[in-house]
């Protein structure tokens, strides 16, 4: 009986859920409405409601009359749904709410007005031209600023003052071709403007942003690094610009600094990086670098230096980086690389070396290596020297190089590999190479194949899952052993004959 009243009272709640809440929308316990599919914003949300989600609607105006009563509303989002305006004050009223997100609309400007209390505005993904200062007036509580692929041309200091408590502004993906400063804006954390169209960063720009940490320009035309950067930076990118030279005395303040992305841009040389003491990355990859950067910083854990024209890779580079994680020398053109160049990077757990000049795979790598990438070298022979050591290897790629044969006593000296890439050689497909295939299958390892070169016969069959090969390899096998059984048997009947003559001998010498 006590169940069925309960039942009876959840059915009934639900349906008094159900009948508060708008068509096309769902309600839940938490206060949340989402809706989808509408011609305007409905009637009848709850007035308790916290969270409104709209999407993929079509409403082409807001107006001041689609929220009274909401109250209790903290975050409005609306999602795709083709707003093109906003009517003065409509959100001015909502003074609880905290989170106004407005994405992939047609907006050409930031609705008037908005709340104190907002502490993030995304405006995403509309058509917003100019910002203006009168935009913010009051927003001294906002955290979060979005304005990511829309149509502004210009930033100032002006749009964003009264901004005082701002942590995050991005503004990816406009027309912005100047910045003005400084930006008085003291707790600024973050700031992200790529893909714009600046040319030139003044240094005033950073001088009131002493708490930055994280800062982007990448996808930008600038042909140099901004000067005046904040001390207080940790991470810089400046990806897909132009320059042409960096000169480390601009940023040797940069003390903090611990990530640097400079790929893709037009770098010849870099020098003078070991300057930032506690960079633990750098990324410079698609550039024009001839050979790797001299002097390193100690405490680098990730090097890119992938799609470059280095020839050469020696140990002086790399004797002081015991804390390199990960080393991507791939799409260079190394011919060289000195035996134990990487020797005393003692953490060293991922090499990418493809689409480089190598005729053999280097001597004495690092003991930590988990992961070896040598797809698309002119390597010939795999030996057991070159690999007896790499007990902790558990990728190994081999693709497109020239090995026709595979050494057994070099795999069973690698325990945890579990993914062998050997797929585009001129496999010389012997019985031998089966064998090694079944002992790599019996310990675990994933073994891709390829496509045999040799013999004749077996030219365009894959060695890997031919059972015409097996078939032939394993009548060769039980030749074999009944050959050696025949052997066998043959010299175990001399033996005996040996035997038999001896003891003749002796009885006969006893008997005399």
Known sequence: MHLLCAFLFWLSLSNGLSANCPGRCSCDSMQSVQCYRLME???????????????????????????????????????????????????????????????????????????????????????????????????????????????????????????????????????????????????????????????????????????????????????????????????????????????????????????????????????GVQMLTNLTVLEVSQNRLQMLPPKLPARLQKLDCSSNFIQRVTAPEFQDLRDLKHLFLDNNVVSLFEAGALQRCSQLSNLALEQNLLLYIPLRLPKTLARLDLKGNAIQDMAERELRDLKQLQVLNLRNNKISALDLKALEGLPRLRHLYLDGNPWNCTCNLLRVREVLKAKGTDVKGGQCAAPAERQGESWMSSKKILKQCEHHLNQNEKSKESKKKAKQEDSSSSRLSVDDDDDDYEID
Request: aromatic share 6%.
């Open 41 to 271: 914003v409905p009637l009848g949300i709850p007035s308790t409601t916290k969270r409104l989600y709209i999407s993929h609607s079509r409403i082409q105006h807001l107006q001041l009359s689609n929220f009274t009563g909401l109250l209790a509303l903290e975050d409005f989002i609306l999602l795709a749904s083709g707003t093109e305006s906003v009517e003065n004050d409509t959100f001015k009223t909502l003074s609880g709410l905290k989170t106004l997100e407005l994405w992939k609309n047609k907006l050409r400007r930031v609705p008037s007005a908005l709340p104190a209390n907002l502490e993030v505005l995304k405006l995403n993904d509309n058509s917003i031209c100019v910002l203006h200062g009168s935009d913010f007036e009051g927003l001294g509580k906002l955290k979060i600023l979005e304005l990511k692929n829309n149509l502004i041309s210009a930033l100032s200091p002006g749009m964003l003052s009264s901004l005082t408590n701002l942590q995050s502004l991005m503004v990816d993906g406009n027309n912005i071709a100047s910045v003005a400063g400084p930006l008085n804006l003291p707790h600024l954390k973050y700031v992200s403007m790529e893909n714009n169209k600046l040319h030139l960063i003044p240094g005033n720009v950073f001088s009131s942003l002493q708490t930055l940490q994280y800062l982007s320009f990448s996808g930008n035309l600038l042909t140099k690094i901004p000067t005046n950067l904040p001390q207080s930076l940790l991470s810089l990118k400046l990806e897909r610009n132009q320059l042409k030279v960096v000169r480390f005395r601009d940023v040797r303040h940069l003390e903090n600094l611990s990530h640097l992305y400079l790929s893709e841009n037009f770098l010849f040389s870099i020098d």
